[in-house]
């Protein structure tokens, strides 16, 4: 199995930044697919960002320019860098992580953006 752990979150204010890291341990080959979804209260989870182990990127339209996402495959970790918060960006983040057609979840970071 795969476990993943994600750290950074917090309350931050409009404008602001925070990063999140979402790193991957136990039993794999290779984590093909790495990214971030999120989820406010009352919707959908829906995909932030993700990067392929060989660096090719995937941005919602709301966070494209904001957001940046990198990955340290030998250390197989996720960084979601998010600069230019605004109050609609709060929800809890949730990395995920694929291997062939299996998925993982982490268990999520609150991220608050307000004043």
């Known amino acids: 199995q795969v476990q993943l752990v994600e750290s950074g979150g917090g309350l931050v204010q409009p404008g602001g930044s925070l990063r999140l890291s979402c790193a991957g341990s136990g039993n794999f080959f290779r984590l093909n697919v790495m990214g971030w979804y999120r989820q406010a209260p009352g919707k959908q989870r829906e995909l932030v960002a993700t990067?392929?182990?060989?660096?090719?990127?995937n941005y919602h339209d709301s966070v494209k320019g904001r957001f940046t996402i990198s990955r340290d495959n030998a250390k197989n970790t996720v960084i979601l860098q998010m600069n230019s918060l605004a109050p609609e960006d709060t929800a809890v983040y949730y990395c995920y992580a694929a291997q062939s057609n299996f998925g993982y979840w982490g268990q999520g970071t609150q991220v608050t953006v307000s004043s």
């Open positions: 990067i392929t182990d060989g660096g090719s990127t």
